[in-house]
């Protein structure tokens, strides 16, 4: 074939692929010329809070895109990991607590600070609105795309040494806590041993006495059978833990200005599926957790915990937003 034969034809080819579906070769599918594949990933089992997010945004986006775009989920256990990636653009998108996300992203540490929220409703009230709202546009420079706040849980101690009920009780205790400086400066004060390490990495160090115990929402501790290797729950609260869709910019700006607003749409509803497991977990997970045999402690000198910290209070209103944790913690709903 001439070289003027092939140039011919490979032009007939592109025009073809940018005809009307109608207009297209009989024996190209419809769904070959133009399915577009997006990989989620997040840390937990399919069968989590963030699986059930996953699986919304899927069922939703595919649907109201007559399936020219397929959603992959998969499970990625290192959250720092999946935030670079989706950076770098390797990574379309994930679903990720906010540990990691202050290293990118420094303004959304001060909701990591402990005891900032009154309860579940507070904190939805405050991303839901300007504040939440406000941080999430703080991605564009970062290179990032904090698509929709969704949610992790209250945070809790399990550790294998005995109960916990006061500060003291938490004293030398070696915890695994995110890679996270908010964390880590809370539970130093404490008195504890702070250890930062990928969750990918909790169960073998929790199996290998690395350390001593953790801290997690109860969905995070149920879909992961940290009860195999925790033997005491104590419920402190101590920390609200959201979580984020965080998505590559670059591969929502190739979508139509339409398909964008389908996959927002799909990320609500992602968030509201997402979120409903977080409270079905709650409302059935403590007794689950009590029925696989682990030692559950709900009365908890809350107020002796946030008066031990109160050394660490004073850096955080130093060192981050001050003005932002007030608003914060003055939050009520209109």
């Known amino acids: 074939m001439t070289q003027t034969r092939r140039t011919a034809l490979s032009r007939l080819w592109v025009a073809a692929l940018g005809a009307p579906l109608f207009a297209a070769a009989p024996f190209v599918s419809t769904s070959a010329l133009a399915q577009t594949e997006i990989t989620v990933q997040h840390a937990l089992p399919l069968n989590s809070h963030y699986g059930a997010g996953a699986a919304a945004l899927k069922e939703n986006f595919e649907r109201l895109t007559s399936g020219r775009y397929r959603v992959t989920e998969q ?20 679903v990720t607590s906010t540990g990691p996300v202050g290293n990118f992203v420094s303004e959304v540490r001060v ?3 402990p005891f900032l929220f009154r309860n579940t409703a507070h904190a939805r ?29 209250f945070r809790h101690l399990t550790n294998s040494r005995h109960e916990v009920h006061v500060p003291a009780d938490v004293q030398g205790l070696k915890v695994r806590t995110m890679e996270n400086p908010v964390h880590m400066r809370a539970f130093s004060t404490l008195g504890a041993l702070p250890t930062p390490m990928a969750f990918s990495e909790l169960v073998p160090a929790l199996q290998q006495g690395t350390v001593d115990g953790q801290e997690n929402p109860i969905g995070v501790i149920v ?112």
């Not at 499970?75 to 994930?94: A, F, K, P």
């Not at 941080?135 to 290179?143: N, P, T, V």
């Not at 033997?231 to 670059?250: D, F, K, M």
């Not at 109160?310 to 981050?320: K, Q, S």
Request: proline letters at 2%.
């Open 125 to 153: 009230g405050v991303l839901d609105g300007e504040i939440g709202q406000g941080l999430l546009a703080r991605f564009s420079s970062r290179g990032l795309a904090g698509v929709a706040w969704m949610e992790n849980g």
């Open 223 to 334: 879909a992961n059978n940290l009860n195999q290797v925790q033997r005491y729950l104590t419920l402190t609260g101590h920390v609200y833990s959201p979580a984020i869709l965080i998505c590559n910019p670059a591969m929502l700006a190739r979508m139509t200005p339409a398909d964008r607003a389908h996959f927002m749409t799909a990320a609500k509803a992602a968030a509201t599926a997402n979120r409903d497991r977080v409270t079905e977990d709650v409302n059935n997970g403590v007794a689950e957790l009590r029925r696989r045999g682990m030692i559950v402690t709900t009365e908890v000198d809350t107020a002796a915990f946030q008066a031990s910290l109160a050394p660490a209070f004073a850096v955080y209103e130093r060192e981050l937003d001050g003005a932002l944790l007030r608003r914060i913690r003055d939050w009520h709903a209109q």
């Open 75 to 94: 499970r990625n256990d290192n959250e720092r990991e999946m935030v670079e990636s989706v950076q770098i653009g390797t990574l379309d998108c994930t």
């Open 111 to 113: 909701l990591d600070v």
